[in-house]
């Protein structure tokens, strides 16, 4: 019973409990990589988006 009554007392907790440090600076995700970006990798979905966003972007120049 000495856990249950501790987690009464205190809660869970559910974050970051690690001896790992966070990096902030690393890309996590191919969506933020530039060939994705730019619609460079082949991808015909990737390469419509790329069109969109440089309309997007030449819109109000």
Known sequence: MGDFD?????????GRGGDKPKQDDKIKTKAK???YVTGAHGSGSALQKAKYRKQRANRHK
């Open 6 to 14: 501790d987690i009464l007392l205190n809660g869970i907790n559910f």
């Open 33 to 35: 990589k530039k060939k």
